[in-house]
């Protein structure tokens, strides 16, 4: 059974660091994975993806040099360093299989886990 499951996530202040961890069943860690967001009222936003195979990864301008994909194989998990958080960077953030190039990332499928809520904020 395909599952994504998001954690990780709470309330940081600006400047602040969160690690979220993004575990999957069902799905290969060398096809695509991305990290997605949505804001209250916005649309769901690519962040980030990685592509074990193809040796890509991608950010979002939002968040390059900030944040920082990376994959344990054997965890079966996928993680998001986020560093120095804005408070733009609050949302709901999804993990997923997904289309991951050098230049973008869209989501593979119509549904979304639960995800996990990073909220920035003093």
């Known amino acids: 059974q395909l599952q994504f499951v998001e954690s990780g996530g709470g309330l940081v202040q600006p400047g602040g660091s969160l690690r979220l961890s993004c575990v999957v069943s069902g799905f290969s860690l060398d096809y695509g994975i991305g990290w997605f967001r949505q804001a209250p009222g916005k649309e769901h936003e690519g962040v980030s993806c990685?592509?074990?195979?193809?040796?890509?990864?991608y950010y979002a301008d939002s968040v390059k040099g900030r944040f920082t994909i990376s994959r344990d194989i054997a965890r079966n998990t996928v993680y998001l360093q986020m560093n120095n958080l804005e408070p733009e960077d609050t949302a709901v953030y999804y993990c997923?299989?997904?289309?991951?190039?050098?230049?973008?990332?869209?989501?593979?499928?119509?549904?979304w886990g639960q995800g996990t809520q990073v909220t920035v904020s003093s």
């Open positions: 997923a299989a997904a289309h991951c190039w050098a230049r973008g990332t869209s989501k593979k499928g119509n549904d």
């Open positions: 990685i592509n074990g195979r193809a040796g890509i990864t």
